[in-house]
């Protein structure tokens, strides 16, 4: 694993999340730089298996939340899957990491 959880095994509580893969820089030049080969980005799937997914840069990830199967009203909505997942932020010395992700909600009035 790449460091200490930053955030453990979670599943989000929203529809759904959309993220970038992690960005690196130098702290110091501000210049890109590349980041460590394991990201500590890990995800659970439905079989329970633990994976490292591959996100290219200039990718983004979309993600289940616990929220789609509570509020879409239909027969199949239990059977959407929102896979839990963690964070692990290795040491990063020098390196700054910059990451972007935003959790989709419903609106209030849309009960």
Do not use: C
Request: proline fraction near 12%.
């Amino acid at each position: 694993q790449a460091g200490r959880p930053t955030l453990r095994m979670h599943s989000d509580m929203g529809l759904f999340i959309v993220m970038t893969p992690p960005q690196y820089f130098d702290l110091v030049t501000k210049d890109p730089v590349a980041g460590p080969t394991d990201p500590g980005f890990y995800l659970q799937l439905a079989d329970g298996s633990i994976v490292k997914p591959r996100l290219p840069q200039n990718s983004l990830l979309v993600m289940n939340g616990e929220g789609i199967a509570h509020w879409v009203r239909s027969p199949a909505a239990h059977q959407v899957y929102a896979p839990p997942h963690e964070v692990s932020v290795p040491d990063l010395s020098g390196i700054g990491r910059a990451w972007y992700g935003r959790m989709f909600l419903p609106a209030r009035e849309a009960y």
